[in-house]
């Protein structure tokens, strides 16, 4: 999606809401109406949005329109995004679950619990974001899927648990959803420790598709052949990928996430072909190894009181080099994009905040917020990745005039976008302050 459509409110509305099926024009209509309203102010209650009662009357019937569906409102565009995604050459499906919190409005009806306490109710979110595997550009959702939490039946046994709808099998619905590139694309599925499930790894190979997955599972696994000199012996993934020698070095740049603050860390690397056996207790599409390169990066020396970075990855994608081990770990950490777009939608969107009648009424508005959380993150992207382009090349001359009388900046000094960007940022309360670009909120604001 071009700059242009971002910023633009109306624009963006209609060209990512412009083609939904509702079985009624006005419906959809009334959407793209909807959806340009919130945009204009994502963070606000919906009656700051809409404006007036009208307008906020008409937005609460179709929040309760029993014919509205979420899948209907997002479809059109989860399509385009996959067909963009079959244009670029490599493609990262960064996929995740995070919870959303509607405790706050006990009168909401069919929520679940989420597990953070007894009384903690709300619903989940399963989204993959697509992502440029070589720019690292954010393309948007290639799938999303809201569920409801739904209690293990008491003394249920293996085999029944095996044979039930269970919430991992989320994770594998998306891929299937997804599908295939149809393309000489390469899609390659990016999980962290909670995608480490055989079938998914199956499913993925089945779409034609690569995996890279954090591991969390001590799988039965056999080593290549060029490392063992018994290419029959099975051992476990963790035994056998620490005792591989470090193979290379480097300093990585680690950025802050939860608690821990951004620092520069020491890391070393190994990697071996391994072939993954199957589970011996059913968790298998078929009793076949699944063939994939094991990679663990570690920090040897962590700086005092830090813990050390260790990371286990598999994937299907070839690692004969120290610079494709590398690739793998800068793929990976690409996979906190989808985490920056859960935190968008939560905090930049205020979607736990929002009060409706029942989690259906909440499935349709995240139907509209999803989309308007990804124009956040693309606004930030934007202002972080192109620097040195000419502003002109983002914005019409006039809107850089009408910043020029707005900020009493002469006009030379928002010919490039990283001034542009800055100065938009400045009127949403950005300070400009060394090392720190500005933030989804602020490019908002501004």
Known sequence: MKAMSVLDAKEWARETFGEVELGDPRRRDRVVQVAAAMAEDPAATLPTQMGDPSALHAAYRMLN??????????????????????????????????????????????????????????????????????????????????????????????????????????????????GPALSQAQWIHVGDRGADIFRLLQHIELQGCDFLIRAAQDRCVQADAREKEDDEEV???????????????????????????????????????????????????????????????WEPEPPGGQEPLEWVLLTSVSVESAAQAWQCVDWYTMRWTVEDFHRCLKT?????????????????LLGLVSPLAVRLLLLRSYARQTPQVQATSIVPTFWLRVLELFTNRPLHSLESADHLWRTIARLGGYRGYRGDGPHTHQLKRG
């Open 65 to 178: 329109h029993e014919a509205i569906r979420f899948e209907q409102l997002q479809e059109p565009y989860w399509q385009r995004i996959r067909e963009e995604a079959r244009q670029r050459k490599q493609v990262l499906l960064v996929q995740d679950t995070t919870d959303l919190n509607s405790s706050q409005h006990p009168k909401t009806k069919g929520l679940g619990p989420i597990g953070r306490s007894k009384k903690a109710q709300g619903f989940f979110l399963q989204s993959v974001l697509a992502v440029d595997a070589e720019t690292a550009e954010m393309l948007g959702l290639a799938y999303e899927e809201p569920f409801v939490r739904q209690a293990a039946p008491a003394d249920e046994t293996h085999a029944q648990r095996l044979q039930r709808d269970r919430e991992s099998l989320v994770w594998e619905r998306a891929v299937q959803a997804i």
């Open 235 to 297: 051992t476990r993934l963790f035994q056998l990928v620490r005792s591989l020698p470090a193979q290379d070095s480097r300093v990585k740049d680690l950025p802050r996430l939860h608690d821990r603050p951004a620092r520069q860390a020491s890391l070393q690397i190994s990697w071996s072909k391994v072939q993954v056996l199957p589970p011996k207790n059913g968790g298998a599409l078929q009793k076949q190894a699944v063939e994939a390169w094991v990679v663990r990066v």
């Open 348 to 364: 930049g969107c205020s979607l736990e905040k929002r009060h409706v009648q029942s989690y259906e009424d909440l499935t349709r």
